[in-house]
């Protein structure tokens, strides 16, 4: 047994935990950069709490899915202001845009020399500068995974900043923050974060730190979502939701994912679409699609235990069956309303490139078992309909 786990150096959870944002700020500089959405949620309590806590700051806001552009307007004002850490405040996109700002920040060169796939894809030889994750909604992990996916739009791609030097000095996640989540950002990014706990429990790479995680959470999840459709301002629910997010987090970045993100990579590098609400789309057709792979080519695969098991923290049913596991979330998208792909203007027409740069995507790889170009385009016409 040989496994490797790795996650943010100090992890602060709980309702209420923001009011220390200060006092831990100050542990890592004197002048941040605050790298928050375009909506700027929050921040003004927390340049507050930075002003009291003895820490200048500045706001840098990031309007949607960061861009390699976006990243480095961001960087030239951290570097303006003479920036010594950075703070990220708010969904996924924030927060990996702050991971990659403080993580150029604290190496030379340009982001194409580090990018994978379009760039050079050189490992970042220091580690970022000292710079905090504050989540401002349950889903993608961010504040705990060493990537940052940036945008290219001139190539319809979405790319990955990956390091192990791209950790958080701090993660602070504070479930209070999440209560003003609409309800479609609430549910789009919580079937991110089922989708972060199914995928690496059983993919190829699983192991049992991240095993561990995926059991716990599932559960969690799979309530608080659906308690959250009804009850938007459910603090218990929303605790549990954003506490399965950052497991999914951990879980994701030890173990791997599979052929959902694999193909949600190409698919937001295509179209303007929210991350969540793709992985929603195909979850229930690619464990479909994944169940009948592994059933003929390989029937005593382990993952085919594991979609039982996966079905039973779903459905909360200790006899479910894999299959019960599909149609529970298939279920989930349809009560959440979250949209078909086609709502986002895929056509049968872009599938099979849809098809062809999943393949190629690094989340396929963890996939239980390969995919043919087929099964996968059936799986996209499946989320498309």
Same mark, same amino acid.
């Given at each position: 047994?040989?496994?490797?786990?790795?996650?943010?150096?100090?992890?602060?959870?709980?309702?209420?935990?923001?009011?220390?944002?200060?006092?831990?700020?100050?542990?890592?500089?004197?002048?941040?950069?605050?790298?928050?959405?375009?909506?700027?949620?929050?921040?003004?309590?927390?340049?507050?709490?930075?002003?009291?806590?003895?820490?200048?700051?500045?706001?840098?806001?990031?309007?949607?899915?960061?861009?390699?552009?976006?990243?480095?307007?961001?960087?030239?004002?951290?570097?303006?202001?003479?920036?010594?850490?950075?703070?990220?405040?708010?969904?996924?996109?924030?927060?990996?845009?702050?991971?990659?700002?403080?993580?150029?920040?604290?190496?030379?060169?340009?982001?194409?020399?580090?990018?994978?796939?379009? $760039?050079?894809?050189?490992? !970042?030889? #220091?580690?970022?500068?000292?710079?905090?994750?504050? %989540?401002?909604? +349950?889903?993608? /992990? &961010?504040?705990?995974?060493?990537?940052?996916?940036?945008?290219?739009?001139?190539?319809?791609?979405?790319?990955?900043?990956?390091?192990?030097?791209?950790?958080?000095?701090?993660?602070?996640?504070?479930?209070?923050?999440?209560?003003?989540?609409?309800?479609?950002?609430?549910?789009?990014?919580?079937?991110?974060?089922?989708?972060?706990?199914?995928?690496?429990?059983?993919?190829?790479?699983?192991?049992?730190?991240?095993?561990?995680?995926?059991?716990?959470?599932?559960?969690?999840?799979?309530?608080?979502?659906?308690?959250?459709?009804?009850?938007?301002?459910?603090?218990?629910?929303?605790?549990?939701?954003?506490?399965?997010?950052?497991?999914?987090?951990?879980?994701?970045?030890?173990?791997?994912? $599979?052929?959902?993100?694999? !193909?949600? #990579?190409?698919?937001?590098?295509?179209?303007?679409? %929210?991350?969540? +609400?793709?992985? /929603? &789309?195909?979850?229930?057709?690619?464990?479909?699609?994944?169940?009948?792979?592994?059933?003929?080519?390989?029937?005593?695969?382990?993952?085919?235990?594991?979609?039982?098991?996966?079905?039973?923290?779903?459905?909360?049913?200790?006899?479910?069956?894999?299959?019960?596991?599909?149609?529970?979330?298939?279920?989930?998208?349809?009560?959440?309303?979250?949209?078909?792909?086609?709502?986002?203007?895929?056509?049968?027409?872009?599938?099979?490139?849809?098809?062809?740069?999943?393949?190629?995507?690094?989340?396929?790889?963890?996939?239980?078992?390969?995919?043919?170009?087929?099964?996968?385009?059936?799986?996209?016409?499946?989320?498309?309909?």
């Amino acid at each position: 047994m040989r496994f490797e786990f790795a996650t943010a150096a100090h992890i602060v959870f709980g309702p209420g935990r923001l009011a220390e944002a200060g006092d831990l700020a100050r542990g890592l500089g004197r002048r941040a950069l605050v790298v928050t959405g375009e909506s700027r949620r929050h921040a003004e309590r927390l340049t507050g709490l930075l002003r009291v806590a003895g820490v200048s700051s500045e706001v840098f806001a990031c309007a949607g899915e960061p861009a390699v552009d976006t990243v480095l307007a961001g960087l030239d004002q951290a570097k303006k202001m003479g920036a010594d850490c950075v703070v990220g405040l708010g969904g996924g996109s924030a927060i990996d845009a702050a991971k990659a700002i403080a993580g150029l920040l604290g190496n030379p060169g340009d982001p194409f020399d580090y990018l994978e796939v379009i $760039g050079k894809g050189r490992p !970042l030889p #220091a580690r970022a500068i000292p710079w905090m994750a504050i %989540p401002t909604t +349950a889903g993608t /992990g &961010a504040e705990v995974t060493r990537n940052a996916v940036l945008s290219v739009p001139q190539r319809g791609l979405k790319v990955s900043l990956r390091s192990s030097q791209l950790f958080a000095r701090v993660a602070l996640v504070d479930p209070e923050l999440t209560l003003d989540l609409p309800p479609d950002l609430t549910a789009a990014t919580g079937m991110d974060a089922l989708t972060q706990l199914i995928e690496p429990y059983v993919c190829n790479r699983s192991n049992p730190a991240t095993d561990v995680l995926c059991a716990a959470g599932l559960p969690k999840a799979a309530r608080a979502i659906r308690r959250l459709r009804v009850a938007q301002h459910d603090l218990e629910a929303r605790t549990d939701m954003a506490l399965a997010a950052l497991w999914s987090g951990q879980a994701l970045t030890n173990a791997g994912l $599979g052929a959902v993100h694999g !193909l949600a #990579a190409p698919i937001g590098g295509m179209f303007s679409a %929210p991350h969540g +609400a793709m992985c /929603g &789309a195909l979850l229930g057709p690619i464990m479909q699609a994944n169940l009948a792979a592994l059933r003929q080519r390989a029937p005593r695969h382990p993952a085919l235990l594991r979609y039982t098991e996966v079905a039973t923290w779903l459905t909360g049913n200790a006899s479910a069956t894999a299959d019960d596991g599909v149609l529970w979330v298939k279920d989930l998208v349809a009560n959440l309303a979250i949209p078909s792909l086609a709502k986002h203007g895929v056509t049968s027409r872009q599938i099979p490139e849809i098809v062809a740069r999943g393949l190629e995507a690094s989340s396929m790889k963890a996939n239980p078992l390969p995919l043919t170009a087929e099964e996968l385009a059936v799986a996209v016409v499946a989320a498309t309909n």
